[in-house]
């Protein structure tokens, strides 16, 4: 039996077929409990429909599993690769001569002048990150 339809990744049929994938094959009270049908007329109309479509089917021991084509369609799924990043810049680039520090504390484009006595000069912060 091949599927049809492939149903939405956020139907309860499909995350029923994935977990039968991962743990094995269900019975129908497991897969309530594991898996959001809704009430009790949605569950049987979702694995109905589920077993109508080819995506799910009745095992004889009374289990539900999934069919050889669903396995095949998660068979066939890639996972998606693992996003390494990337080095992002620094968010703010100090810049004396234009920033948001007091002005106070900018230095002289033109450099300190010469002839300013000794007395009278302020000390320049350091702005260097250790």
Known sequence: MTVRTIPNTTAAIYQ??????????QTRE????AVDFGDKRAQRAKIQNAFEMGWLYEAPAGKIDVTES?????????PKEKYVGQVAPPAW?????TGTLNPKYHTNSRGPRDDAPEW????TPNFRRA
């Open 30 to 33: 497991q897969l309530f409990m």
């Open 70 to 78: 669903t396995r095949k369609h998660f068979a066939d799924q890639h």
């Open 16 to 25: 029923a077929a994935k977990l039968i994938i991962a743990i094995g094959a």
């Open 120 to 123: 009278s000069r302020r000390e």
């Open 93 to 97: 680039r100090p810049n004396l001569m």
